[in-house]
């Protein structure tokens, strides 16, 4: 880290002083982690219809951390990962074997997670008040050694893209085409699923559980109105989110309020423009 805080100190901002505002630099290294997490995990999100799908899983994250504080876990993050990854593999397991329909079994998963997360949380008499922080999110308290944990997390996505990108996406586009040539669907989308789950989780007490889905569609639906190929909705996608993420928190830091609600509308605004200039 000392290296970081060194690169920051470089930075002509009032905030980037040596030996003090490290919360801020924190914040900055950890929104450079997470944001090209977002704008990866976004396009296939997008291009498989899984919008709602990333929204339940910010439910079922919310009620693993109910039960990791039932439970007295120290770091209930923890629990909210394990429950979050078994979530997502019912939910492919379920979709699978059923004949409903994909936004029908969201419904139900996602309606029972945040049930049960609210149940669990307002337990004998307990305030729901302590959990107000998740839905809202302080990327100020972003802990070093989270923003490493998830710096392995996107070399991990990024090693994911280049080995299965092809396989993911024939999977998303045409399921039974990718089955005949061979492909693992099932284990395909679980493993995506995971990716997702595990990306939301550790982010949710961060950005905010409230707006944390709008991450994971905005760039690539922002991306997908002026890309003329994959590589640049890619590209599109991750830059977007970056520059959003940037802004956001300066944005935060300068007029008060949530980062991710200020990154959220960056984002909202870059879908416009893009929407505006999509036949150009």
Not at 82 to 102: G, I, Q
Not at 184 to 200: D, G, K, L, N, R
Request: aromatic fraction near 12%.
């Amino acid at each position: 880290m000392s290296v970081w805080y060194w690169l920051v100190d470089l930075l002509p901002f009032e905030w980037a002083v040596p030996g003090a505002m490290f919360f801020m630099k924190n914040a900055l290294l950890a929104v450079l982690v997470i944001t090209p997490l977002f704008g990866i995990l976004s396009t296939m999100v997008v291009h498989s219809r899984m919008s709602f799908f990333s929204d339940a899983l910010g439910h079922s994250a919310f009620t693993g951390m109910a039960i990791g504080a039932l439970c007295g876990f120290h770091e209930p993050t923890w629990a909210a990962v394990v429950f979050a990854v078994l979530f997502a593999l019912l939910f492919n397991l379920v979709r699978r074997r059923s004949a409903l329909a994909s936004d029908t079994v969201i419904g139900v998963f996602s309606s029972t997670a945040v049930a049960l997360g609210i149940f669990l949380s307002t337990l004998n008499g307990r305030s729901f008040t302590r959990f107000n922080a998740l839905l809202v999110g302080d990327i100020l308290s972003v802990e070093p050694a989270k923003v490493g944990l998830l710096a392995l997390i996107l070399l991990g996505v990024a090693a994911l893209w280049l080995v299965s990108f092809n396989r993911l996406m024939l999977s998303a586009v045409h399921p039974a085409l990718a089955d005949s040539r061979g492909v693992q669907v099932f284990w395909q989308e679980t493993v995506f699923s995971i990716a997702i789950a595990v990306v939301v989780t550790l982010s949710m007490t961060w950005v905010g559980l409230l707006v944390i889905n709008s991450l994971l569609v905005l760039p690539a639906a922002a991306a997908r109105n002026v890309a003329r190929n994959m590589r640049q909705y890619h590209l599109f996608s991750l830059l977007g989110a970056v520059l959003a993420g940037i802004a956001g928190l300066m944005t935060s830091y300068y007029l008060g309020g949530s980062a991710g609600a200020a990154i959220t509308l960056y984002l909202a605004v870059w879908f416009i423009l893009t929407f505006l200039v999509r036949k150009k």
